[in-house]
């Protein structure tokens, strides 16, 4: 019941928020070959004292050019001109990457941004982009919320297991919360991804369980070591496959929109 999707070993595997480009690259590379549609989001900026005003002023630029956690603009010109804004292979990913440093350098100016990105100032986003990853999202937003999402799985599972779960991100803003994630099987195949046949997506579908939503709609999780307001995105627990009680809850009860609660 709690077996470990080879996601759940990516996720954040030997980085940390300071890591060169050449890692993100290496990371982001390995989510998309493992079925993970990744996305840049806005860097984090935590501001510490004794900035002089002029970087104070890039660095107000670059938060208002580039929201910290908000996707990335798509490119218009260059080698990602029309590739949108999420990769779902690796084709894409070094450009992606090189392109979102040099985004940084160009504000801050390439004598500061060295510095800004070892010291923690400013720091890289990543998400994975739930519907186009064959994934589904719980998200929890606090510890009162997670211990209701914990008794309904029991109760509709018959598995005094899912008691104990924990979700597999622990994200800053959702305090003794979290974000469960779950796999679903794949029905496109390509050179990487082997097609799962007979399996109707969920794509699009939302539900609320108390305070909770499930989530195979246009949602982003930001991955570690993502940071939001300096405190870091991590890994806790697995990712699972979708399992068949929850699948058919999401088919049965959810919709395009996130609807009321369902428990």
């Known amino acids: 019941m709690l077996g470990s999707d080879p996601i759940a070993a990516l996720l954040g595997a030997g980085l940390d928020a300071r890591s060169p480009q050449v890692v993100w690259k290496g990371y982001l590379r390995k989510l998309a070959a ?16 004794g900035l002089d005003d002029e970087t104070l002023t890039v660095l107000a630029e670059l938060t208002q050019r580039f929201p910290s956690q908000a996707a990335m603009p798509e490119e218009s010109t260059g080698k990602l001109s029309g590739q949108g804004q999420v990769d779902r292979t690796g084709e894409q990913i070094n450009a992606r990457v090189t392109t979102y ?45 997670l211990a209701h999402w914990r008794r309904w799985a029991a109760e509709t599972s018959g598995d005094r297991f899912e008691l104990h779960t924990a979700p597999t991100l622990l994200v800053p803003g959702l305090p003794g919360g979290g974000v469960y994630l779950f796999t679903t099987p794949d029905t496109g195949a390509d050179h990487q991804h082997p097609a799962a046949i007979g399996y109707a997506p969920v794509t699009g579908l939302n539900l609320a369980i108390g305070d909770s939503i499930v989530s195979a709609g246009q949602v982003t999780v930001p991955i570690p070591p993502t940071r939001m307001g300096g405190a ?32």
């Open 34 to 49: 493992a079925g993970c549609a990744v996305t840049m989001l806005g860097p984090d900026v935590v501001v510490p004292d």
């Open 232 to 263: 870091p995105v991590m890994r806790l627990g697995p990712c699972r496959k979708l399992p068949a009680w929850l699948d058919a809850a999401l088919r049965e009860h959810g919709s395009q929109s996130v609807p009321l609660s369902a428990a």
């Open 101 to 145: 440093y040099r985004h940084i350098t160009k504000i801050v100016g390439a004598q500061r941004a060295p510095a800004l990105l070892d010291a923690g100032v400013i720091t890289p986003s990543a998400g994975i982009y739930i519907p186009f990853s064959h994934m589904v999202a719980v998200a929890v937003p606090d510890g009162t919320a």
